[in-house]
């Protein structure tokens, strides 16, 4: 599914940005609009295209039920079930969700085994002449910062909450921990394998319009270059436990 | 060494210069953080943003009545903004938000 559906099975002008990692983020959403998970958390909640939930309806629901009482009462003692105390609830539980360690991060430690070799002259290009760590840096892969980076179409952006040109069609970069799991790609799901996301940036994007991050340009990448990078990305992943969602009381 | 005493007699001078000549405040730009996280600076004065990265910030700040924008700003490049107004500026970078610098502005 490129884009979100929200409510009325609604699909939205945007994919679901990952909460993997999500702990070590700030300005959370492809736009930056929220400052923490916590704010975050509500936002879907109340938002009229995507869950479209009054929140004070909600908490009245959740103290319905005896059983999330308790949670709450355990959880957070002394502090009664408000919207506060949800988003703290759902910020703590996305925070579990985290990445472990990939065969790049094994490799990077001394297992000279643990990649490929074209995985190896990826991560040299990745580095140098596809310069995509100017952005995907740190161990996160991610400067967490906002770029346009060429994708076609008119979002505004990040630029709907911060009225900077600069920040014009710019969205924010994502980690690329574990990105053979998240096809399609871009904030709007245009792109549908990494093969075709090394084939955007190969050409420096297809947007061209004055926001354009001047990191994009023409790479001239030859068909190896372009799979080692592909294979450079899948050692990305790593083998994480199954995510179990909890029963909860209704 | 008759250079040297010449200089030496010209201190006071030069040092009274100083009150109205003060040294340029620069604020450098590496590895996407501000080289200080905090600077004091008197109404008038000016402070340099030089970018020694090898990507493109974009300084700014939205402190209501103080508001500036350098625009994008390329590696290597050097930019000054003049700060007129008494106020406590939170300085950010658009591109990178994680980089923030405080501007003190008093006398």
Redesign the interface.
């Given at each position: 599914m490129p884009k979100a559906v929200g409510n009325g099975m609604k699909v939205l002008g945007r994919r679901s940005p990952t909460i993997l990692n999500g702990a070590w983020t700030?300005?959370l959403f492809w736009d930056?609009r929220a400052e923490s998970l916590e704010e975050q958390a509500l936002g879907p909640i109340a938002a009229p295209g995507e869950m479209n939930q009054d929140l004070d309806a909600m908490i009245a629901t959740v103290k319905a039920i005896p059983e999330y009482g308790m949670l709450f009462a355990k959880a957070y003692p002394g502090e009664p079930v408000t919207a506060k105390t949800v988003g703290k609830a759902i910020a703590t539980f996305e925070r579990t969700i985290v990445s472990g360690q990939a065969p790049f991060d094994e490799w990077i430690a001394g297992r000279e085994d643990a990649v490929s070799e074209d995985a190896k002259a990826g991560f040299d290009l990745f580095n140098g002449k596809a310069e995509c760590s100017?952005?995907h840096?740190e161990w996160l892969l991610t400067?967490?910062?906002?770029?346009d980076i060429g994708v076609e179409g008119n979002d505004p952006g990040?630029a709907q909450h911060?009225h900077?040109?600069?920040?014009q069609s710019?969205f924010k970069t994502p980690t690329l921990r574990n990105v053979d799991r998240r096809a399609p790609y871009m904030h709007d799901g245009s792109e549908a394998t990494l093969e075709q996301v090394i084939e955007f940036y190969d050409r420096g994007g297809k947007a061209r319009r004055p926001s354009l991050?001047?990191?994009m340009k023409a790479l001239h990448l030859t068909a190896p270059e372009k799979r080692q990078l592909v294979e450079f990305m899948k050692t990305l992943t790593s083998v994480d436990p199954a995510v179990t969602l909890p029963s909860m009381p209704r | 060494m008759i250079l040297k005493q010449a200089l030496w007699r010209m201190m006071p001078v030069l040092l009274g210069c100083g009150a109205t000549l003060r040294a340029e405040t620069v604020v450098d730009q590496k590895d996407r953080k501000f080289s200080v996280t905090e600077v004091t600076v008197k109404p008038g004065e000016k402070v340099s943003f030089k970018n020694s990265d090898d990507v493109a910030h974009n300084v700014f700040s939205v402190t209501p009545g103080l508001e500036f924008e350098i625009q994008r700003q390329g590696p290597g490049e050097k930019s000054t903004v003049p700060f007129n107004k008494e106020g406590t500026v939170e300085v950010r970078c658009s591109i990178h938000p994680r980089m923030k610098l405080t501007v003190n502005v008093k006398k």
């Open positions: 700030e300005l930056g100017k952005c840096t400067d967490n910062g906002f770029h990040r911060l900077l040109q600069a920040m710019a991050a001047p990191e | -």
